[in-house]
């Protein structure tokens, strides 16, 4: 053997799985601050590593090895894998605040996921066939980045098909209990405070923001 690289894959997997785990935390705590419900992080938590692991299935039946780029593809997934199911749990909660008395919980969050579920699994679809180009590869170049293509386009594939089926699932377990409105966060009224003057002065300056956007581009 002239050069053994498992120690510098051993790395990569450990390094994947840092990220795992600081993706699951990052997540957790942006369900609590902002929607101040714990159960609702869970839901996101666990299409993490669902998604990795069908991602990895998807690997093992095409013969792909765990290698440098390929365990890249997956990494650089990641953050994009649970942006899904974060919009989703959002939209239950603002349907939650919102419900009716003659309307069950499980309606209200089927109604909010039917609202923005279609929307979600085609973005995520978009960000799926985005590394498709470079299947067209060929030689050494090929070689090199095909599976880095290959293990994103299953990830994010993974991702997106949980977001319909998964998700909405896990909501109508988890999502229970008392819905905090998001105008009593503190956070959320701050947030809004700063933001309302931005977008006010946005709105009533288009043609200039437009112009200066183009002049920047």
Known sequence: TVYDRSNLIYRA???LKRTLI?????????CVVFLMHARSA?????????GVLIA?????????????????????????????????????HKH??????SQSRAEAVIAAAVEVGPALFFS???ITVSFLPIFALEAQEGRLFKPLAYTKTFAMA????LSILLVPA????????????EHRNPINRFLIWVYRPVIDFVLRFKGMIIAVALAIL
Not at 42 to 50: C, E, M, R
Not at 70 to 89: K, R
Not at 96 to 101: A, D, F, S, T
Request: hydrophobic fraction near 65%.
């Open 56 to 92: 990895y299935i998807c690997m093992w039946l095409l013969g792909l090895s765990s290698n440098i780029m390929s365990l890249g593809g997956i990494a650089i997934a990641i953050g994009a894998m649970v942006d899904a199911a974060i919009v989703m749990i959002e939209n239950a």
């Open 124 to 126: 995520l679809l978009i």
């Open 42 to 50: 869970l839901v996101a938590i666990i299409t993490l590593p669902l």
């Open 22 to 30: 600081e993706e699951s935390v990052i997540v957790a705590l942006v």
């Open 13 to 15: 997997i450990g390094t």
């Open 158 to 161: 993974a991702a997106a098909l």
């Open 96 to 101: 939650l605040e919102r419900l009716k008395p």
């Open 170 to 181: 896990l909501m109508t377990l988890l999502i229970r209990g008392r819905i905090m409105p």
